[in-house]
């Protein structure tokens, strides 16, 4: 359904007040999710030891994410 989808950008300088949380913490339900090189910090991971790690993609490279099955 329409959930699962992500919009490609959101509008800064409407939405963009300090604090405000876009998507917060949710499982990618999706087979797999490609996420490029972003502009902006946020995209984090927890590791299987629960250590939160901030994602970075190299330039010229995508993330390639296996949803929860």
């Known amino acids: 359904g329409p959930h ?5 950008g959101s509008n800064l300088r409407k ?5 405000t949380v876009f998507a917060g913490y949710h499982y990618d339900l999706n087979f797999l999710t490609i996420h490029g090189r972003s502009r902006f910090p946020g995209l984090n991971i927890w590791l299987r030891n629960g250590k ?12 390639i994410q296996a949803g929860k099955q």
């Open 15 to 19: 939405h963009g007040r300090e604090g």
């Open 4 to 8: 699962l989808l992500a919009p490609t």
């Open 52 to 63: 939160k790690v901030e994602v970075k993609v190299p330039v010229g490279c995508l993330l």
